[in-house]
């Protein structure tokens, strides 16, 4: 599936990649192209820098879904061939705070009021939804349950955190039931009704030690905690259970594509490297594999190829260098001269990073689609410089 087509019809883009490569803004600018598309998109991030936010055109992120204003981009043409045409869908983003999005959860599934402040008083759960290794994983799934099954949107894109930590969504669903229905949950929580057989009977009984040892360790005090937060997840569970395995299903859905983001350099391809090698371990697919910033324009034609070369400042200072003793034709070869030489240095880092690029991709199959983002002359600060590099990926694909 191309981008053009997982912007157009998907509904659900997972970006992974090391940091420090532009995941959060590529994933960003997929979802503007496919606002621009007709469609309506949400994109979920756990760990934006402050200038995606500006980007945005927002005063920031947080884990309230806010409505990106595209009013910048109405000068801009909606895109045509990826199936809306007429530039009216919208695009939402949020970041992933872990204690603000665990408490939001807590409040849309507790049954009454007084359930949902003892959770969220109970410093079991505090420590739990805050500090967990793997929180940020728990509560992106809950987000991403509930985007995908009650937010109404064409189009998720959700920005993993980087590196190694990404693959933990796709573990999230089986760690949560698994612990959710395992015997330490039931270890330390009274039986509804007397147990029936002699094993579990004793199974009650060293329930019943442990909890006595426990409670001479810890106190008192926060053994209640523990039981009471135990208590309270557990009457959760079938619920917990249900959207656990929801969320596995929507990962794995045909209409789901995992698009690896990397730079052309050594230190990012390996790093890569491992996700890609972990997806296919897992028999995830990989849709797409983009290469963001990986090379330099260099053909004359090129619109913006002197800028990227040799900034106009720089022109100018390598004129003046020269002196007034030169001819200014003298003076213009001179540059011209420069100009071919840095033509030639960007050449060769090009091919420098296609070998990165290919040795990356090899083990891929011919499906899966090649995307090179040239560098660009400036960040992207703003929704028309998201814009550009969305036009730039949907432009890059080498099939």
Same mark, same amino acid.
């Given at each position: ?15 992974? +990649? ?21 469609? @309506? ?55 992933? *705070?872990?204690? @603000? ?19 969220? %008083? ?23 349950? *509930? ?26 669903? +089986? ?29 009650? @009984? ?190 890059? %694909?080498?099939?």
């Amino acid at each position: 599936m191309s981008l053009e087509a997982l912007v157009g019809r998907g509904a659900l883009v997972v970006c992974v +990649g090391p940091g420090g490569v532009g995941k959060t803004t590529v994933s960003a600018a997929l979802g503007l192209a496919a606002a621009r598309a007709g469609r @309506k998109a949400l994109v979920l991030t756990i760990d934006p820098a402050r200038r995606l936010a500006d980007a945005l055109g927002l005063d920031g992120l947080d884990d309230t879904i806010a409505r990106v204003p595209l009013e910048q981009l109405e000068q801009l043409e909606p895109l045509d061939p990826l199936g809306g045409g007429t530039g009216s869908g919208s695009l939402w983003a949020a970041m992933v *705070d872990t204690g @603000k999005s665990y408490d939001a959860l807590i409040a849309r599934i507790a049954p009454d009021e007084e359930t949902r402040a003892r959770v969220l %008083a109970n410093r079991v759960y505090q420590a739990v939804s805050r500090s967990l290794s793997r929180s940020h994983a728990y509560v992106a799934m809950e987000r991403l349950y *509930d985007a995908m099954e009650h937010g109404g949107y064409d189009l998720v894109v959700l920005d993993t955190p980087p590196a190694r930590n990404a693959l933990e969504i796709l573990d999230a669903p +089986g760690h949560l039931a698994r612990f959710l229905d395992g015997r330490i949950v039931g270890w330390f929580l009274p039986s509804a009704s007397k147990p029936a057989g002699l094993g579990a009977r004793l199974l009650a @009984k060293g329930g019943q030690v442990a909890t006595q040892l426990l409670g001479r360790i810890t106190g008192q005090t926060l053994l209640d905690e523990i039981v009471g937060f135990l208590t309270v997840f557990a009457s959760l569970r079938d619920g917990f259970i249900a959207r656990a395995e929801r969320v596995g299903e929507i990962l794995r859905a045909p209409d789901t594509a995992f698009v690896l983001v990397s730079a052309a350099s050594p230190s990012s391809a390996d790093d890569a490297a491992w996700l890609r090698d972990d997806l296919l371990r897992r028999r995830v697919p990989v849709h797409a594999v983009v290469f963001n910033q990986s090379f330099t324009p260099v053909e004359p034609e090129a619109p913006h190829v002197l800028r990227m070369t040799l900034p106009p400042a720089d022109v100018r200072a390598q004129v003046e260098a020269l002196g007034p003793a030169l001819e200014p034709t003298e003076a213009l070869h001179a540059v011209a001269e420069r100009m071919r030489a840095l033509r030639q240095e960007a050449a060769a880092e090009n091919r420098r990073c296609q070998r990165i690029v290919d040795g990356l991709t090899a083990e891929l199959p011919d499906e899966c689609h090649r995307v090179r983002v040239p560098r660009l002359d400036e960040e992207v600060r703003d929704l028309p410089g998201l814009a550009r590099l969305a036009d730039l990926l949907l432009a890059g %694909a080498q099939g």
